[in-house]
């Protein structure tokens, strides 16, 4: 019995140790249970709902673009695609080769995609199959669960019904790149715009983005969506240009490099904008390959460039208008005031030619204009001198961008004194001031400023900013502060140009509905003619080289007597301005003319229609 | 003899009535609970766990009954026997187991699968507390009276350690040690023992295989590798934290149902109850394992053997560092061990250890008079 006895107290005193050990221990549970069950509840919360929940965006439609009167230039399809995330694939091989089980995709196919996986971070989803047929996405779709790490998507593919014709003008899109992404910051869905109002207006195209909520389990599969909130989709756009005009301009451009603008005299809206040769957006959008985007670059005709607004040249002829209108604005000449042509035309020891070779005798200012008479713009631009010149001519929007809703677009080059000091460090000599009368030498502008050149000279003198989108409501504009008399004269001289026998675009004359076209040729030399050239007798346009060969201008309005619409066209290496600019012009007119879409055909029965100035000349 | 008279007219199972009832009935609960649990781990169905769990409990209880309907002067006897034929199953595993996750714990007789680690922790309880039974209070503490038992000790724990199974090997060490502890061992012993082991601890770190290096390391900072080792400890504590007071109700846990959590139905199946019941479920669930421990205590101070004091109070220690060390772990307090919670965790021969152990706390408690050899 001792033994029970004597360790009794011993044993209780052992036991009660240890029961107080594990109550201390139980109570620390309890304390950490009240931590993270209690005060820190909230913050796990929010990592379980972490774990549990995915976010994803949806992309929204990109916005339809139509033409002025609703026509489709740009449409959405579905494209669909098969993503993959490298880090959720586990046994990445096994995934591969189960993708090129179900979709029979080639060795090369894999081999590339394995090396754009290595290339990118394993937790960025891939698009490792693009543009499926609808068989082949269903039959991906039913082996999905089959497949570790990949997912179905239907992204959206961009079409471009017109093809080429508003290549230019609309633009295209791409895939989006970290490129784009450091350019325009966070991008809603996949696509981006990477030209024409496709990039201008990718903002608004491009719409808000959705979210969907959905849950996942440990392996990134998706449980079911627990919430989602549509996307906004795009606008769509209205823009001004017209996709008739676009094809039948597109097609009359056919073998010319060049461009034609149409533009409204009033609002800017540019009916017309093709540049030729142009190229298939469609290409683009669906992702086009090295050595056809190679093709594209390399070609002697830029087809790439949008040369209404990118191409720089002399204005040649068609810049007389605003030598004229400097010299009658600083009255050193009455436009009635005749100055005799000979052909020739000498200033210190040096010979200027006019195109006509035997000369076009005593010519007024309307007659200059007219005939295009090199020799009476040789004396005005003496008269007025370069700083004077340059000066009407920026008030015209040469020498800076006329801000069109396009990017990328060019400034041209409008020289004069300290122009001339500043890049080439020598004195403008007077030899200079001669040629820039007849829009040569260091002169350069675009076909856009050229229109917009024109409209002013069309509309009474105001500057209008050239839109691609429909305006409605407030025009943008700029005063020239030109005098309206001296407009006047330069219009009868434009409109003799084209209408009068003799005028240098007479052969490109139309007359529709009592409406006729006014206008200016251009022919811009881009080589220098020697004089034992001229001598011999200067070789045809026909005979040189295509890269030899003169730019062909012209630029003009409809109608003469209320003008509504200015135009510009620019050929490249086109040969004359009266060849081949002016019967493009022609026929583009007539073609919007007859139309009859633009409320051109409004019967000028208000009395006061009908150009004074015009009909008294025509008759 | 008069005790085993009283036996004879009723065959062997005594009546239910003379069992601890408040035990028994909180034994129940705590199965039930564990059912439950499983059945909302696999997202509301009784398969592939709870069913299962349910059956194994049943044969627990019949396993229980049979033990605690045992004479105590049985259990007294064959308490070396049972030892030395558990350890022969070590040895057997050694020789003979089957590797499941990269250590060798199991031994295939057939007609199921036991892993006899498990049992060793009972078999380990009853051989000291016999050998303790028979030294007298005053020699104990004798360095030479301590050879044996520390053997007894030893050769388990180091075949476990061997399997490889740090933390099964640990908790059988530590349900040895209690008893010494009880048995009145010097507590000179316990502080060498410590400070040694403080001392062997970069002996220990060179030793231990790679994956149980990293168990520590991630332990000490879980944000070290949170998508590998690590993750457990993470997900386990966001489980636990994102149920709040209230719990986010019957399977209806997210961190386990979209297998976030790792070992949801064995090692981590707190971290399931407390997400899917709360700070209030759990809270009840603690209460009721301390219940369980409580009247074990009881129990144990109102022994009047040695054998059935140290039996009943080291079995008692042992259910609750279990209990503790698994809580510990799966709230980040502790190192991933591999430490099942008591009768929750979908398990079997753990299972069946416990119950038997808690069917020695019955027959001992019904016991308290009869005789035992000193």
Same mark, same amino acid.
């Given at each position: 019995?001792?033994?029970?006895?004597?360790?009794?107290?011993?044993?209780?005193?052992?036991?009660?140790?240890?029961?107080?050990?594990? $109550?201390?221990?139980?109570?620390?549970?309890?304390?950490?249970?009240?931590?993270?069950?209690?005060?820190?509840?909230?913050?796990?919360?929010?990592?379980?709902?972490?774990?549990?929940?995915?976010?994803?965006?949806?992309?929204?439609?990109?916005?339809?673009?139509?033409?002025?009167?609703?026509?489709?230039?740009?449409?959405?399809?579905?494209?669909?695609?098969?993503?993959?995330?490298?880090?959720?694939?586990?046994?990445?091989?096994?995934?591969?080769?189960?993708?090129?089980?179900?979709?029979?995709?080639?060795?090369?196919?894999?081999?590339?995609?394995?090396?754009?996986?290595?290339?990118?971070?394993?937790?960025?989803?891939?698009?490792?199959?693009?543009?499926?047929?609808?068989?082949?996405?269903?039959?991906?779709?039913?082996?999905?669960?089959?497949?570790?790490?990949?997912?179905?998507?239907?992204?959206?593919?961009?079409?471009?019904?017109?093809?080429?014709?508003?290549?230019?003008?609309?633009?295209?899109?791409?895939?989006?790149?970290?490129?784009?992404?450091?350019?325009?910051?966070?991008?809603?869905?996949?696509?981006?715009?990477?030209?024409?109002?496709?990039?201008?207006?990718?903002?608004?195209?491009?719409?808000?983005?959705?979210?969907?909520?959905?849950?996942?389990?440990?392996?990134?599969?998706?449980?079911?969506?627990?919430?989602?909130?549509?996307?906004?989709?795009?606008?769509?756009?209205?823009?001004?240009?017209?996709?008739?005009?676009?094809?039948? /301009?597109?097609?009359?451009?056919?073998?010319?490099?060049?461009?034609?603008?149409?533009?409204?005299?009033?609002?800017?809206?540019?009916?017309?904008?093709?540049?030729?040769? $142009?190229?298939?957006?469609?290409?683009?959008?669906?992702?086009?390959?090295?050595?056809?985007?190679?093709?594209?670059?390399?070609?002697?005709?830029?087809?790439?460039?949008?040369?209404?607004?990118?191409?720089?040249?002399?204005?040649?002829?068609?810049?007389?208008?605003? /030598?004229?209108?400097?010299?009658?604005?600083?009255?050193?000449?009455?436009?009635?005031?005749?100055?005799?042509?000979?052909?020739?035309?000498?200033?210190?020891?040096?010979?200027?030619?006019?195109?006509?070779?035997?000369?076009?005798?005593?010519?007024?200012?309307?007659?200059?204009?007219?005939?295009?008479?090199?020799?009476?713009?040789?004396?005005?631009?003496?008269?007025?001198?370069?700083?004077?010149?340059?000066?009407?001519?920026?008030?015209?929007?040469?020498?800076?961008?006329?801000?069109?809703?396009?990017?990328?677009?060019?400034?041209?080059?409008?020289?004069?004194?300290?122009?001339?000091?500043?890049?080439?460090?020598?004195?403008?000599?007077?030899?200079?001031?001669?040629?820039?009368?007849?829009?040569? $030498?260091?002169?350069?502008?675009?076909?856009?400023?050229?229109?917009?050149?024109?409209?002013?000279?069309?509309?009474?003198?105001?500057?209008?900013?050239?839109?691609?989108?429909?305006?409605?409501?407030?025009?943008?504009?700029?005063?020239?502060?030109?005098?309206?008399?001296?407009?006047? /004269?330069?219009?009868? $001289?434009?409109?003799?140009? /084209?209408?009068?026998?003799?005028?240098?675009?007479?052969?490109?004359?139309?007359?529709?509905?009592?409406?006729?076209?006014?206008?200016?040729?251009?022919?811009?030399?881009?080589?220098?003619?020697?004089?034992?050239?001229?001598?011999?007798?200067?070789?045809?346009?026909?005979?040189?080289?295509?890269?030899?060969?003169?730019?062909?201008?012209?630029?003009?309005?409809?109608?003469?007597?209320?003008?509504?619409?200015?135009?510009?066209?620019?050929?490249?290496?086109?040969?004359?301005?009266?060849?081949?600019?002016?019967?493009?012009?022609?026929?583009?007119?007539?073609?919007?003319?007859?139309?009859?879409?633009?409320?051109?055909?409004?019967?000028?029965?208000?009395?006061?229609?009908?150009?004074?100035?015009?009909?008294?000349?025509?008759? | 003899?008069?005790?085993?008279?009283?036996?004879?007219?009723?065959?062997?199972?005594?009546?239910?009535?003379?069992?601890?009832?408040?035990?028994?009935?909180?034994?129940?609960?705590?199965?039930?609970?564990?059912?439950?649990?499983?059945?909302?781990?696999?997202?509301?169905?009784?398969?592939?766990?709870?069913?299962?769990?349910?059956?194994?409990?049943?044969?627990?209880?019949?396993?229980?009954?049979?033990?605690?309907?045992? @004479?105590?002067?049985?259990?007294?006897?064959?308490?070396?026997?049972?030892?030395?034929?558990?350890?022969?199953?070590?040895?057997?595993?050694?020789?003979?187991?089957?590797?499941?996750?990269?250590?060798?714990?199991?031994?295939?007789?057939?007609?199921?699968?036991?892993?006899?680690?498990?049992?060793?922790?009972?078999?380990?309880?009853?051989?000291?507390?016999?050998?303790?039974?028979?030294?007298?209070?005053?020699?104990?503490?004798?360095?030479?009276?301590?050879?044996?038992?520390?053997?007894?000790?030893?050769?388990?724990?180091?075949?476990?350690?061997?399997?490889?199974?740090?933390?099964?090997?640990?908790?059988?060490?530590?349900?040895?040690?209690?008893?010494?502890?009880?048995?009145?061992?010097?507590?000179?012993?316990?502080?060498?023992?410590?400070?040694?082991?403080?001392?062997?601890?970069?002996?220990?770190?060179?030793?231990?295989? @790679?994956?149980?290096?990293?168990?520590?390391?991630?332990?000490?900072?879980?944000?070290?590798?949170?998508?590998?080792?690590?993750?457990?400890?993470?997900?386990?504590?966001?489980?636990?934290?994102?149920?709040?007071?209230?719990?986010?109700?019957?399977?209806?846990?997210?961190?386990?149902?979209?297998?976030?959590?790792?070992?949801?139905?064995?090692?981590?199946?707190?971290?399931?109850?407390?997400?899917?019941?709360?700070?209030?479920?759990?809270?009840?669930?603690?209460?009721?394992?301390?219940?369980?421990?409580?009247?074990?205590?009881?129990?144990?101070?109102?022994?009047?053997?040695?054998?059935?004091?140290?039996?009943?109070?080291?079995?008692?220690?042992?259910?609750?560092?279990?209990?503790?060390?698994?809580?510990?772990?799966?709230?980040?307090?502790?190192?991933?061990?591999?430490?099942?919670?008591?009768?929750?965790?979908?398990?079997?021969?753990?299972?069946?250890?416990?119950?038997?152990?808690?069917?020695?706390?019955?027959?001992?408690?019904?016991?308290?008079?009869?005789?035992?050899?000193?």
């Amino acid at each position: 019995m001792s033994l029970f006895d004597s360790d009794d107290k011993a044993f209780s005193r052992r036991h009660l140790i240890l029961v107080a050990a594990q $109550g201390g221990l139980f109570a620390i549970l309890v304390g950490r249970l009240q931590y993270l069950q209690v005060s820190q509840s909230e913050t796990f919360s929010t990592l379980a709902e972490a774990n549990r929940v995915n976010i994803n965006e949806l992309s929204s439609e990109r916005g339809r673009i139509r033409d002025r009167f609703g026509e489709i230039l740009a449409d959405n399809d579905q494209r669909f695609q098969v993503v993959l995330v490298p880090e959720q694939a586990g046994d990445l091989n096994a995934t591969l080769a189960g993708l090129q089980d179900i979709l029979g995709l080639s060795d090369r196919h894999i081999r590339d995609l394995k090396r754009r996986i290595q290339r990118a971070p394993k937790f960025k989803p891939i698009v490792a199959v693009d543009d499926l047929t609808w068989n082949d996405f269903s039959r991906f779709n039913l082996n999905i669960p089959f497949l570790r790490g990949v997912e179905a998507k239907v992204a959206d593919k961009r079409i471009y019904p017109q093809k080429q014709a508003s290549a230019h003008a609309i633009g295209y899109v791409g895939t989006k790149t970290r490129g784009d992404l450091q350019r325009i910051g966070n991008i809603v869905g996949d696509t981006v715009g990477r030209s024409g109002v496709e990039r201008e207006y990718q903002e608004l195209l491009s719409g808000e983005p959705g979210v969907r909520h959905v849950e996942v389990n440990a392996f990134g599969r998706t449980i079911r969506e627990l919430r989602s909130r549509p996307g906004q989709p795009g606008d769509e756009l209205h823009m001004a240009i017209c996709a008739d005009m676009q094809k039948y /301009v597109t097609g009359r451009m056919e073998g010319h490099s060049g461009s034609v603008i149409v533009m409204d005299v009033e609002n800017g809206e540019l009916i017309t904008l093709v540049s030729t040769p $142009g190229f298939d957006p469609n290409e683009f959008s669906r992702g086009i390959d090295e050595r056809r985007w190679e093709t594209l670059l390399s070609h002697e005709k830029k087809p790439l460039m949008n040369k209404a607004i990118r191409g720089q040249y002399a204005p040649g002829s068609t810049f007389k208008m605003l /030598v004229a209108l400097a010299a009658l604005e600083d009255e050193l000449i009455e436009a009635d005031e005749e100055i005799m042509c000979t052909g020739k035309y000498e200033l210190g020891g040096e010979l200027f030619h006019c195109w006509l070779h035997e000369g076009h005798g005593a010519m007024n200012m309307t007659q200059a204009l007219e005939r295009s008479c090199d020799t009476y713009f040789y004396e005005l631009a003496l008269r007025v001198g370069i700083d004077r010149i340059s000066e009407m001519a920026r008030r015209f929007g040469f020498g800076s961008i006329t801000g069109v809703d396009l990017s990328g677009e060019k400034s041209g080059i409008l020289p004069n004194r300290d122009w001339k000091r500043a890049n080439y460090d020598v004195g403008w000599r007077p030899g200079e001031t001669v040629i820039t009368g007849i829009g040569q $030498g260091y002169l350069l502008s675009t076909p856009m400023q050229l229109v917009v050149m024109t409209a002013a000279l069309a509309n009474g003198g105001r500057l209008v900013t050239p839109r691609l989108l429909r305006q409605n409501g407030a025009v943008e504009s700029r005063p020239t502060n030109t005098d309206a008399e001296a407009l006047k /004269v330069i219009q009868l $001289g434009l409109y003799n140009a /084209v209408n009068r026998p003799g005028g240098t675009a007479y052969a490109s004359s139309l007359l529709i509905d009592g409406q006729r076209m006014s206008g200016k040729t251009g022919t811009v030399q881009v080589r220098r003619i020697s004089q034992d050239e001229r001598k011999a007798g200067v070789i045809p346009n026909s005979e040189l080289d295509w890269h030899l060969r003169d730019h062909s201008l012209f630029v003009g309005y409809v109608p003469h007597d209320k003008p509504r619409f200015a135009i510009s066209v620019v050929v490249e290496h086109g040969g004359g301005g009266a060849q081949v600019a002016a019967p493009i012009a022609r026929d583009t007119m007539v073609h919007l003319l007859k139309s009859q879409r633009f409320g051109t055909k409004a019967a000028p029965d208000d009395g006061k229609s009908g150009d004074p100035v015009a009909h008294e000349q025509v008759s | 003899m008069s005790q085993f008279s009283t036996q004879t007219g009723r065959g062997y199972f005594v009546p239910l009535e003379e069992l601890n009832r408040p035990l028994l009935m909180c034994l129940v609960l705590l199965g039930l609970i564990g059912v439950l649990v499983l059945y909302s781990v696999s997202g509301g169905d009784m398969s592939p766990w709870a069913w299962r769990h349910g059956v194994r409990l049943i044969a627990g209880f019949g396993l229980m009954y049979v033990i605690a309907s045992a @004479e105590l002067r049985t259990i007294y006897n064959y308490a070396y026997i049972f030892f030395i034929a558990v350890l022969f199953l070590l040895i057997g595993v050694e020789l003979f187991g089957t590797k499941t996750m990269g250590a060798q714990r199991w031994l295939d007789l057939y007609f199921f699968r036991v892993q006899p680690s498990e049992f060793m922790r009972l078999a380990l309880i009853l051989a000291l507390a016999r050998y303790f039974h028979s030294v007298h209070h005053a020699d104990v503490s004798q360095p030479i009276m301590l050879i044996v038992p520390a053997a007894l000790v030893g050769m388990p724990a180091l075949l476990i350690l061997n399997q490889p199974d740090l933390g099964t090997s640990i908790m059988l060490a530590a349900a040895g040690l209690s008893v010494f502890w009880l048995a009145g061992v010097s507590w000179r012993y316990f502080l060498g023992g410590g400070i040694a082991l403080i001392a062997a601890i970069p002996i220990v770190w060179q030793n231990l295989l @790679e994956y149980q290096k990293k168990r520590v390391l991630v332990f000490l900072d879980p944000e070290r590798d949170p998508l590998g080792a690590g993750y457990h400890i993470i997900q386990s504590k966001i489980g636990i934290g994102s149920g709040g007071l209230f719990g986010k109700g019957l399977a209806q846990g997210t961190q386990s149902q979209l297998n976030f959590l790792p070992e949801r139905h064995t090692d981590f199946i707190f971290s399931n109850f407390a997400e899917e019941m709360g700070f209030v479920g759990s809270i009840a669930l603690l209460i009721l394992f301390a219940a369980i421990l409580v009247l074990i205590f009881r129990i144990a101070v109102e022994m009047r053997h040695p054998f059935c004091r140290y039996s009943v109070a080291a079995i008692g220690f042992s259910f609750s560092i279990y209990v503790i060390v698994n809580l510990a772990m799966v709230m980040g307090l502790a190192p991933v061990v591999g430490v099942p919670l008591p009768f929750i965790s979908y398990g079997g021969t753990s299972l069946l250890t416990f119950m038997a152990g808690m069917g020695v706390i019955l027959a001992m408690h019904r016991q308290n008079i009869a005789d035992l050899p000193h």
